[in-house]
């Protein structure tokens, strides 16, 4: 039977860092979070975040535009948050609302390089890919520290990543590269993904498709995070893999929840110290 990582400890555990660091600071680093339109979901993310800066010392300022602000409007606010020096990183909730006229690159874009908690900024996703950045995207840093936690060492291992989006699969692969595994991404196009995973020492999932790693595809005892974030027919959170099964071939694996997700929030906790050190606080 597998080790559960337990995400929830681990990222408290980091944000418990985090908090001891910002109480010695004499400036508090400062988050502001936007969230366009009133998405359910989104709203329980920015809950959550405010949640996560209040436990770890961090300012918070949240705004929330209607669905039909506008472009013109979403980018003044970023540049007036860019210039704030109480505002160390800006988040704009992902997506923005459909069936306007947003431009979600553009958005991304705007962000000050140096404000940019999230690491989607092509300024740093450039600095990941040659190994000398100061923010990491913060789902791929969250798994590759819940691996460290667990001495999980990629080195020399076989690991096979699921997904090639921007903001999981291509850096997770990256982060894995740096830290010398042998790495294969799969995506939609992949023919015979099947016989890719049994191959996987390290088998990283970021698909959104509950069910699509089943306990056949896995090697015994290798390592699996399970990223997605999907509802099963019953609503319920799950992720990409079938748990229960995979559970007795793995050596580790994640839950859904309580694996990835609270990882992700504590490294936007990290991401935003880091940036207020950068932005010469002390
Ligand atoms: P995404 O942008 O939709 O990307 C999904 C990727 O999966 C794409 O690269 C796609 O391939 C690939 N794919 C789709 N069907 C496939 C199949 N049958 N076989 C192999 N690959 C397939 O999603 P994302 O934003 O990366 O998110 C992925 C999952 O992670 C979602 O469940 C999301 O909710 C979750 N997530 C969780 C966290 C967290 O904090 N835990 C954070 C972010 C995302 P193509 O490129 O060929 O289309």
């Known amino acids: 039977m597998a080790t559960i990582i337990d995400g929830k400890a681990v990222a408290q555990k980091t944000k418990a860092a985090v908090a001891e660091e910002t109480k010695r600071m004499s400036q508090r680093p400062g988050l502001a979070v936007i969230i366009v339109g009133d998405d359910p979901a989104s709203r329980v993310y920015v809950n959550g975040k405010r949640k996560d800066c209040e436990e770890c010392g961090i300012y918070s300022e949240e705004y929330t535009l209607p ?16 210039a704030q020096d109480n505002i160390d990183g800006i988040l704009c909730q992902l997506p923005l609302p459909a069936g306007y006229d947003y431009d979600e690159k553009e958005v991304i874009y705007r962000i000050d390089p140096s404000k940019d908690v999230d690491a989607f900024h092509p300024f740093n996703v450039g600095r990941i890919m040659i190994g000398d950045y100061d923010f990491l995207p913060c789902t791929p840093a969250g798994v590759m520290h819940l691996m460290d936690e667990y001495q999980i060492n990629p080195e020399g291992k076989r690991c096979v990543v699921l997904g090639r989006s921007n903001i999981v699969g291509k850096p997770q692969s990256m982060l894995l590269l740096h830290r010398h595994g ?61 748990f229960e099964s995979v559970q007795k071939v793995a050596s580790y694996i994640t839950p859904v929840p309580g694996g990835v997700g609270p990882m992700t929030r504590a490294v936007l906790m990290k991401n935003t110290l880091t940036a207020a050190k950068l932005h010469g606080k002390h």
């Open 182 to 242: 042998t790495v294969t991404v799969c995506h939609s196009r992949t023919p015979n993904m099947e016989e890719v995973v049994r191959e996987a020492d390290i088998l990283i999932s970021a698909v959104g498709k509950p069910g699509i790693v089943t306990a056949d595809m896995v090697k015994p005892g290798a390592v699996v995070i399970d990223v997605a974030m999907n509802r099963n027919e019953a609503g319920k959170l799950c992720g990409d893999v079938d």
């Open 67 to 82: 669905a039909d602000a506008g472009q013109k409007a979403l980018l003044e606010l970023i540049d007036a948050l860019n």
